[in-house]
């Protein structure tokens, strides 16, 4: 009679994970539909799309080296129309969000019920749509780093996802880095402890050699610096006994070098 009792529920939770999969599925589907069928009401993505590995130059750390290496190989390999370029990147951004995130939210969330709703506030939240598809590879990586933790992956596996997250974006590595050590301080055999460092430390090193061999100093520091010298012209302008005329942000590297000489990063 247990038995009966423990296979109905096995069967009625195995029912629940197929609706959930395809309810899944189905709000992919037509996300995706919506991207293609209402192109010009998408915002066109950053200028990152355009990235084309192997024609361009190498992307320095300030670009985000896993984002564009991603898109990179991606028109390399498709070449894609500049009309449908958008779209097609969009697309990739979406799937490689929504499924991490909803493997993780299964193995974290448990019960059915539970993963239902986040699928439905994953897809009315509209988060699958963000203007940046770099916020989307950002998710995805991370998804997969904590997925990949939690379920106990082999440990060169689990560090390329944590330093393609933390190589998405320039302001990510150092939680890369606080992930990657809580993660080592998990792992309970000195062999796993060893395969980690080396994958990440050799994979990190693959990875930003050639952003410094292509840009030296500035490999690091040129967006972020560009960032800082339009806000501190900014400042700067406010606080003018004559500031007549309208605020110029392309003056700020020339206000920021008058005042912090020599600066590059």
């Not at 019960?111 to 203007?131: E, G, Y």
């Not at 990949?148 to 939680?175: A, H, M, Q, T, V």
């Amino acid at each position: 009679m247990a038995n009966l009792i423990l296979q109905k529920k096995l069967y009625n939770l195995n029912k629940f994970e197929i609706f959930n999969f395809c309810l899944l599925f189905a709000l992919t589907f037509i996300s995706i539909l919506l991207l293609w069928v209402y192109p010009s009401r998408i915002l066109f993505d950053q200028n990152f799309i355009r990235f084309v590995f192997w024609k361009d130059l190498y992307p320095n750390l300030d670009a985000g080296i896993t984002s564009n290496l991603l898109v990179g190989f991606y028109n390399l390999l498709v070449q894609p129309s500049t009309e449908t370029l958008n779209p097609q990147i969009k697309t990739i951004a979406l799937l490689m969000f929504v499924f991490p995130g909803y493997f993780l939210a299964k193995k974290v969330l448990q019960r059915p019920l539970a993963v239902t709703l986040f699928i439905l506030f994953l897809f009315f939240s509209r988060l699958p749509f963000l203007w940046l598809s770099s916020e989307l590879f950002v998710s995805s990586f991370f998804c997969l780093s904590v997925l990949g933790i939690l379920s106990k992956w082999r440990p060169c596996l689990c560090s390329l996802f944590l330093i393609l997250f933390g190589l998405c974006k320039p302001d990510l590595i150092l939680p890369a880095v606080f992930m990657f050590y809580f993660y080592i301080v998990s792992l309970t055999r000195t062999k796993d402890k060893f395969e980690a460092c080396l994958t990440f430390l050799g994979l990190l090193l693959i990875f930003t050699t050639p952003s410094f061999l292509t840009y030296g100093k500035t490999a690091y520091g040129g967006r972020g610096l560009i960032a800082f010298s339009q806000h501190y012209y900014d400042l700067f302008f406010r606080h003018q006994f004559s500031n007549s005329g309208s605020l110029n942000w392309d003056k700020g590297e020339e206000v920021v070098q008058s005042v912090f000489h020599g600066a590059q990063s």
